[in-house]
């Protein structure tokens, strides 16, 4: 299975937002190695592959007309779920594939524009990022943002590989956070279809309970660059 990525080069950005909701603050400067990201949120045609290969459960939504196109998001994935993927995938391609990290996340989404709200700009786009959306549409309609990766702000929320705390950002350390070490919830990113306002800022934050299979939650991969 060969999984398009994007480098997203090593670095310092700002993560966070001061203008914000409170568990995006402080707004701080954060230094996090290089890697490689997925153009995409993993698609029913890669997930397919792990399902047939492993005889892990489908999603509750995998046989829903909705959701199961091939070039859809995979949804309906549990942070296990996910997490087992990256398990399988690293075997098959000999490479240490993962979730990633919320700062990973954010650098990704900035795209390089460490100011900007949105992976675009500052703007949400028409109607204040209000527009009709029943379902998840096919990955990579958006246009890439400045490391060349799609979606990063809409269509599903994603799966990061750190546990979720409010507070995180008070002692969160300077280089490569990687989340607290234990907690009820997974950190999640991105904006997702189900909601009023569908894009998400790039310093937005969300959450879930990691057995929860939503059909606006999906993910993507990383992989560190040695």
Same mark, same amino acid.
């Given at each position: 299975?060969?999984?398009?990525?994007?480098?997203?080069?090593?670095?310092?950005?700002?993560?966070?937002?001061?203008?914000?909701?409170?568990?995006e603050?402080?707004?701080?400067?954060?230094y996090?190695?290089?890697?490689?990201?997925?153009l995409?949120?993993?698609? @029913?045609a890669?997930y397919? /592959?792990?399902?047939e &290969?492993? /005889?892990?459960?489908p999603?509750p939504? !995998?046989?829903?007309?909705?959701?199961n196109?091939?070039?859809q998001?995979?949804?309906?994935?549990? +942070?296990?779920?996910?997490a087992?993927?990256?398990? +399988? =995938?690293?075997?098959?391609? /000999?490479?240490? !594939? #993962?979730?990633p990290?919320?700062?990973?996340?954010e650098k990704?989404? #900035?795209?390089?524009l460490?100011?900007?709200?949105?992976? +675009?700009?500052?703007? *949400?786009?028409?109607?204040?990022?209000?527009?009709?959306?029943? &379902?998840?549409r096919?990955?990579?309609?958006s246009?890439p @943002?400045?490391? /060349? =990766?799609?979606d990063?702000?809409?269509n599903?929320?994603? +799966?990061?590989?750190d !546990?979720?705390?409010?507070?995180?950002y008070t002692?969160?350390?300077?280089?490569?956070?990687?989340?607290?070490? *234990?907690?009820?919830?997974?950190?999640?990113?991105?904006?997702? !279809?189900?909601?009023?306002?569908?894009v998400?800022?790039? &310093?937005? #934050?969300?959450? =879930?309970d990691?057995?929860?299979?939503? @059909?606006?939650?999906?993910f993507?991969v990383?992989?560190?660059?040695?």
């Open positions: 299975m060969h999984i398009e990525t994007a480098l997203v080069p090593a670095g310092v950005f700002t993560m966070g937002d001061a203008a914000g909701r409170s568990n603050q402080p707004a701080h400067a954060v996090a190695d290089a890697f490689r990201m997925g995409t949120p993993i698609t @029913n890669s397919r /592959g792990f399902l &290969a492993t /005889g892990h459960a999603s939504f !995998w046989s829903d007309g909705r959701f196109a091939p070039d998001p995979a949804v309906g994935v549990s +942070w296990s779920d996910a087992a993927f990256c398990t +399988w =995938l690293s075997v098959l391609s /000999g490479s240490p !594939w #993962r979730l990290s919320e700062a990973e996340r990704a989404a #900035r795209g390089g460490d100011s900007a709200r949105f992976p +675009w700009g500052d703007d *949400a786009g028409p109607d204040g990022g209000r527009f009709l959306q029943d &379902a998840p096919p990955v990579a309609l246009a @943002n400045g490391y /060349g =990766l799609f990063m702000a809409s599903v929320h994603e +799966w990061c590989i !546990w979720y705390d409010a507070r995180y002692v969160s350390p300077q280089a490569n956070p990687q989340g607290p070490p *234990a907690g009820t919830r997974r950190a999640s990113r991105g904006g997702a !279809w189900r909601h009023q306002i569908k998400s800022r790039c &310093a937005a #934050r969300s959450s =879930l990691p057995s929860f299979r939503y @059909n606006d939650y999906g993507r990383v992989l560190d660059v040695s």
